[in-house]
Structure formats: structure tokens, C-alpha cells
């Protein structure tokens, strides 16, 4: 089992930043990607950025240009910086990550538990 911890969100007005953690532990032998998703009240669950273990990255065109995502690989450890926000932008952000517990085993996908990021206009 892996465990995702999430940290960073909060109340922000508009045009302010914010930088989400999520250390992921637990039996990890690799993690192939990290990423993180955000779902708004109503609305599907959707991708915001993702990066992979070898550093490429993958962003919404929503967030792109106005965040970065980033990982300490040694840590277990991905980061969503964002700036400029916008009250668009508020939602439960989730943390997700696809690792693998052994050189053996198939990728498994898991996910934290989110944290609200709220940001007022």
C-alpha cells in the first residue's frame, strides 16, 4: 500500500499563490509519475499538471504559464506551485501517483485524500 499526504491548500484571493506538497510513502520501489487533479462542486475530476520520473511534464491549459510543477525524486515528494490564481481555481485538489512496489510488479494508481484550495475574487 502506498500513502499520498497532501499540504498547502487554503484561502487565497485572486491573483495570489499557493504551493501544494504530496509525499507519497509506504511500499514504493518506483513511482513512474506523480501529478495532481482538481475537481470543482459540479464538475468532474480533471487534470491540472503532471510529471514524470524522468522529469517531463504535462500541463492543463488552464494552469499552463501560471504554474510549475516539480518533484524531489529522493523524497517521494511532488509540488504544484501556483500563481496568479484565480476564483476558477478553486476546487479539492488531489495528489496522484502511479507507482510500483517491486522491479516485478505492475504500476498501481493512488490517490490522497485532496485538499481544498479556495480562492476568493
Known amino acids: 500500500q502506498v500513502q499520498l499526504v497532501e499540504s498547502g491548500g487554503g484561502l487565497v484571493q485572486a491573483g495570489g499563490s499557493l504551493r501544494l506538497s504530496c509525499a507519497a510513502s509506504g511500499s514504493i520501489f518506483s513511482i513512474d509519475a506523480m501529478g495532481w487533479y482538481r475537481q470543482a462542486p459540479g464538475k468532474q475530476r480533471e487534470l491540472v499538471a503532471v510529471?514524470?520520473?524522468?522529469?517531463?511534464?504535462n500541463y492543463a491549459d488552464s494552469v499552463k504559464g501560471r504554474s510549475t510543477i516539480s518533484r524531489d525524486n529522493a523524497k517521494n515528494t511532488v509540488y504544484l506551485q501556483m500563481n496568479s490564481l484565480k476564483p476558477e481555481d478553486t476546487a479539492v485538489y488531489y495528489c496522484?501517483?502511479?507507482?510500483?512496489?517491486?522491479?516485478?510488479?505492475?504500476?498501481?494508481?493512488?490517490w490522497g485524500q485532496g485538499t481544498l484550495v479556495t480562492v476568493s475574487s
Open positions: 510529471i514524470t520520473s524522468g522529469g517531463s511534464t
Open positions: 496522484n501517483a502511479v507507482t510500483r512496489s517491486s522491479l516485478y510488479t505492475g504500476a498501481l494508481n493512488y
